[in-house]
């Protein structure tokens, strides 16, 4: 298995996908994660988007039936261009999608917006570099912190050919 399969097939385990859950991918990319989240929906939904068109397309390609049946849809757009039409979603993830970087107020206030009464937020990501994990695994709680969440809890993953982290969190009780 190729380390990008790897990091979306971990991502989806961690995200423990329930067949009626209703899921927002923040940079979906070619459609993997999308592929292996409505492999375990049943009456749940995905929705996917990613800022290019181009990989837009290709997720639309790999992922013909999920959109035929319903479960996934996908969107040529940016997070903090969306708009979800009222939308609530129980889980939403992101893959190697640096939100908090940029506008990390901007890119929460949007996720606060869509995330539902008992929704959680995970964030995954698989730097370069090993030496660059644990600064951006100790960062990235703070961040979310700072801007009304908690922090349910980090996760490591053995992963080649650099360790992968996932940060779970959701609203806290005053920001809701």
Known sequence: MNPASARLVWA???????????????GCGQGVAV????????????????RSAAMIAQAR???????????????????????????RFDKVFAVNVELLRK???????????VL?????????????LEAKVRPWAEATPRTLEAHGYTVRDVRVKDLKPVSAVCVHAVLSPRAR
């Not at 989806?12 to 923040?26: F, K, S």
């Not at 592929?35 to 375990?40: A, D, P, Q």
């Open 61 to 87: 390609r790999r992922n013909r039936e999920h959109l035929a049946s319903g479960r996934a849809t996908l969107e040529a757009v940016s997070l903090e261009d969306a708009d979800f039409g009222g939308a």
């Open 35 to 50: 592929s292996l989240v409505c492999e375990r929906l049943r009456t749940g939904r995905i929705h996917a988007i990613d």
């Open 12 to 26: 989806v385990e961690t995200l423990e996908v329930r067949p009626a859950d209703r899921l927002l991918e923040v």
């Open 116 to 128: 539902g009464p008992r929704g959680a937020l995970y964030l995954f990501h698989q730097p370069p």
């Open 103 to 113: 506008d990390p107020a901007r890119s929460l206030d949007a996720l606060r917006a």
